[in-house]
């Protein structure tokens, strides 16, 4: 299998006990040992693990669930899964009021109140999201006991949309920009997530919490973030469906920063329709580009069955893919032809070399400057305000905090300079021009194309604490740098292990990939839930 192993170089994400969360990450950062399951009905039940939101809000209308019984059922399956049994360990924190809040949103539903699709459905949310009843953490101890004074704007938007926010999601510490050597999924206050397809594989990206519990049925549903690949190669490798938004569409306020220029919320589900739902409640009204009635538009592009008109463009030689990719790649091609696509094959971009220096350049100081701000603003129970006083409390504390990889961009990123320097501006308006107008866009307008096709990525590794990620490949980059819209969905298996078909488009093309991605779920239903097996190819543990 080819593979590309991190070594000082930027590839994704560029890329205590907690109060009252009944969560504690264990003494050396690792995830925690498989214990005797406690609860191991729950572990056999699997009636709500898969099902979708139109399915729960059509059973909970009719009155045959109610929120608490489902709240109550997904609070189960964590301690059963992702405490105890496979201990998946993608949950940080579990909100101590979630049957509070859906026995609050039964009450409205028997008042003839009802918010919308998302009434009553627990859904996570990555734990460098602002929430103002738990902390939001970034998966650091140094933020083990913030307790944010609001929501971020995005999770009010879910509250008010009737969603239960039922926990948060671990998530590799500071969303992946701590280290050149790091491993993806590992935080010092969460430990180690699993891949809930095979538990030594690796759930990529930082958003790998939110992607592991919503592919094993933790949640309904999820939100990750993404600077670059941080939702859609988790999504891919867990074998759901994300969607990296266009920059702007969904607010920015409230979630632990890595760069303003490319860090968006978006959805993670387990079906394109879903995605489209959650997306629908995300998306802040006026926002540039947003259609009227997006949420109308979502939905009805989730139903889409053909794509008759549509132009393709198969984006080739965009990164180095296992031959077994590839081989799903053609299948995918061809399955987009069948459903009445007109393909256009190949399309090149610009080379990522082009524009990876800028980008980092752009991280680098971006990061400083937001980290800078963010850590100004928290409360006293936070014990650094800058990034320097992060850097030493990591010294200070690198046996809990570095026992497997250090904090080689935290320490670049201090040294970087400030937003007013000329290399820094030089840098952004260079990587911004070659990924879109002189990549995406140059060559959507050059065959008249619709949307750009690619792998997302390779099938999940071994997780390795020693030599760290090593990635199959990633198609991310063009539309992070660009801040343009990227979706993937479920596109086969290599060795038993997901992988993930990305759709990506113009700045405001958002709707056309849910279009584009629903219709071809649809015609090939490729997802599968997770088996929980201790290796790829291994067999799934009893309860």
């Known amino acids: 299998m080819s593979i590309v192993c991190r070594s000082g170089v930027l590839v994704l994400a560029l890329v205590a006990t907690l109060a009252g969360c009944g969560r504690a990450p264990s003494s050396n950062g690792a995830a925690p040992a498989p214990s005797p399951d406690p609860h191991p009905e729950a572990a056999r039940d699997d009636r709500h693990a898969e099902a979708t939101i139109e399915a729960l809000a059509g059973e909970l209308a009719a009155g045959a669930l109610d929120a608490r019984a489902l709240v109550g059922w997904h609070l189960d399956r964590i301690a059963a899964l992702d405490d105890a049994g496979p201990t998946l360990n993608a949950v940080i924190a579990v909100a101590p009021d979630a049957l509070v809040q859906a026995e609050a949103l039964d009450r409205e539903r028997a008042a003839g109140q009802v918010r919308g699709p998302l009434h009553g459905l627990p859904i996570v949310v990555k734990d460098n999201i602002d929430t103002a009843d738990l902390p939001t953490t970034a998966g650091s101890l140094a933020l083990a006991a913030h307790r944010p004074a609001a929501d971020a704007p995005v999770v009010a938007r ?32 969460g430990g180690q997530t699993k891949n809930p397809h095979a538990l030594d594989r690796n759930p990529c990206g930082s958003s790998s919490g939110t992607a592991a519990a919503v592919a094993a049925g933790l949640a309904v549903a999820g939100v990750g973030t993404e600077t670059n690949g941080s939702i859609v190669c988790p999504a891919s490798a867990n074998g759901i469906v994300g969607i990296k938004p266009t920059l702007g569409w969904v607010a920015g306020a409230g979630i632990v920063p890595i760069a303003a220029s490319q860090d968006t919320a978006g959805p993670m589900a387990r079906t394109v329709a879903d995605a489209a739902a959650l997306y629908a409640a995300m998306i802040e009204p006026g926002a540039e580009g947003v259609p009227p009635e997006v949420a109308t538009r979502l939905h009805e592009a989730a139903q889409a069955r053909d794509l008759t008109g549509l132009r393709i463009g198969v984006v080739r030689g965009i990164s180095t893919f296992d031959p077994g990719v590839e081989a799903i790649y053609e299948r995918a091609i061809a399955d987009l032809a069948a459903l009445g696509a007109e393909i256009v094959d190949p399309v090149a971009l610009p080379p990522r070399a082009s524009y990876a220096e800028a980008e980092l350049t752009v991280l680098l100081a971006e990061f400083k400057a937001g980290l800078d701000a963010y850590l100004a603003a928290t409360g006293p129970e936070v014990p650094v305000k800058s990034l320097a006083d992060l850097v030493a409390f990591n010294r200070a504390h690198a046996d809990r905090v570095m026992p497997h990889f250090g904090q080689e961009r935290l320490e670049q990123a201090l040294a970087a300079k400030g937003l007013d320097d000329p290399d820094y501006r030089e840098a952004l308006a260079r990587a911004k021009r070659i ?66 078909l990305s759709v990506f488009g113009a700045r405001h093309a958002d709707v056309q990939l849910v279009r584009v991605a629903a219709a071809y779920e649809a015609a090939t239903r490729h997802r599968r839930a997770p088996g929980f097996a201790p290796s790829a190819g291994g067999s799934a543990p009893g309860p």
């Not at 590799?172 to 280290?179: G, H, I, K």
């Not at 099938?459 to 801040?483: K, M, R």
């Open 435 to 500: 990924a879109g107008p002189e990549g995406i866009d140059a060559a959507l307008a050059r065959d008249r194309l619709d949307v750009l096709v690619a792998p997302t990525g390779g099938p999940a590794w071994l997780t390795d604490w020693i030599n760290g990620d090593c990635f199959g490949g990633g198609s991310s980059a063009p539309a992070a740098v660009s801040g343009y819209p990227n979706l993937t969905v479920p596109m086969g298996e290599l060795g038993g292990l997901p992988v993930g």
């Open 158 to 189: 879910l509250r008010a949309a009737g969603a239960v926010i039922v926990g948060k999601a671990n998530l590799s510490e500071w969303a992946n920009f701590r280290s050149t050597h790091s491993t993806s999924g590992w935080s010092s206050v």
